[in-house]
Each structure stands twice: as structure tokens, then as C-alpha cells.
């Protein structure tokens, strides 16, 4: 794995911030992980806005693995926010949420979310899950060309 080309784990939840971490390590995953613990701090981080003004926009995660039950902005939001922009349109973005409503399943893919994951209760299957979500895009998937 690259390890300088960065994840963005947008995740308010510490437990599932730890066991993502752990599951993508656990599958060799070496790639730098940028949590967000909120809709806002995602944006400034993809943005270079508040605390992450100046930040460099030519270092786009090459992964966004977003919750959608954000405090502040919500990842919908975020989501509808990234596909807005021309830097980030591409972004690969994967919904990771405990939330299998179809009224979100659908928001999710109408505003152009890559994949679309129900976290598993099971911690063993919630790290297959990550595992598997890394492995494929990080290593089958061919990205987007950058613009």
C-alpha cells in the first residue's frame, strides 16, 4: 500500500473511528487515515478551509469513507458538497452508516456516491467489511485521473 496517499475517515463515533483503523491495518493497509469527526471538519479538510486553511488541494484523500449521521453538517450534505466541486467531484466516497433506509440509500446514489455500506453490528464482520472496502479500493479499483 502507498502509505502518503490519505484516507478520509468522516466519523463522529470513536469506536467505529478505532475499528476502522484497526481493520484496515489488519488488511495491510498502511495509507495515512485523516478522521473528521464532523460534516464541517470534512469540508475544511477537502476545501482547505478553516482549521485546515492553506492545506494543500493537490493532496486529495484517494478514499472517503463517510458516516452519514453527522454532527454539524451532515454527510449527505458533505456528500452533495464534494460532487458540487470540480476538485472533488471525482472523489472516490464510500457511505459507511448504520443506516439501511432506503430514503438514504437512494440519497446516497443520487447524489453520486461511489459504493454504499450498512455497517455490520458484528465487530468481526464490520472489520471484514472495512478490510474488503480497502482491499478493492485501494488496490483492484483504478481511480479517477486528477483534473
Given at each position: 500500500m502507498?502509505?502518503?496517499?490519505?484516507?478520509?475517515?468522516?466519523?463522529?463515533?470513536p469506536?467505529?473511528?478505532?475499528?476502522?483503523?484497526?481493520?484496515?491495518?489488519?488488511?495491510?493497509?498502511?495509507?495515512?487515515?485523516?478522521?473528521?469527526?464532523?460534516?464541517?471538519?470534512a469540508?475544511?479538510?477537502?476545501?482547505?478551509?478553516?482549521?485546515?486553511?492553506?492545506?494543500?488541494?493537490?493532496?486529495?484523500?484517494?478514499?472517503?469513507?463517510?458516516?452519514?449521521?453527522?454532527?454539524?453538517?451532515?454527510?449527505?450534505?458533505?456528500?452533495?458538497?464534494?460532487?458540487?466541486?470540480?476538485?472533488?467531484?471525482?472523489?472516490?466516497?464510500?457511505?459507511?452508516?448504520?443506516?439501511?433506509?432506503?430514503?438514504?440509500?437512494?440519497?446516497?446514489?443520487?447524489?453520486?456516491?461511489?459504493?454504499?455500506?450498512?455497517?455490520?453490528?458484528?465487530?468481526?464482520?464490520?472489520?471484514?467489511?472495512?478490510?474488503?472496502?480497502?482491499?478493492?479500493?485501494?488496490?483492484?479499483?483504478?481511480?479517477?485521473?486528477?483534473?
Amino acid at each position: 500500500m502507498d502509505a502518503d496517499k490519505t484516507i478520509l475517515l468522516v466519523e463522529d463515533n470513536p469506536s467505529d473511528v478505532l475499528l476502522t483503523k484497526r481493520a484496515l491495518k489488519k488488511a495491510g493497509i498502511a495509507n495515512s487515515i485523516v478522521v473528521a469527526d464532523d460534516g464541517e471538519v470534512a469540508l475544511d479538510y477537502l476545501f482547505g478551509t478553516g482549521a485546515y486553511a492553506g492545506h494543500d488541494m493537490s493532496q486529495l484523500p484517494v478514499l472517503t469513507l463517510l458516516d452519514l449521521n453527522l454532527p454539524k453538517v451532515a454527510g449527505l450534505d458533505v456528500l452533495r458538497r464534494i460532487r458540487q466541486d470540480a476538485r472533488t467531484r471525482r472523489l472516490p466516497v464510500i457511505i459507511l452508516t448504520t443506516s439501511d433506509e432506503p430514503r438514504d440509500v437512494g440519497a446516497g446514489y443520487d447524489l453520486g456516491v461511489n459504493s454504499y455500506v450498512t455497517k455490520p453490528v458484528d465487530f468481526n464482520q464490520f472489520a471484514h467489511a472495512v478490510e474488503q472496502l480497502g482491499l478493492y479500493w485501494l488496490l483492484l479499483n483504478e481511480p479517477p485521473p486528477r483534473e
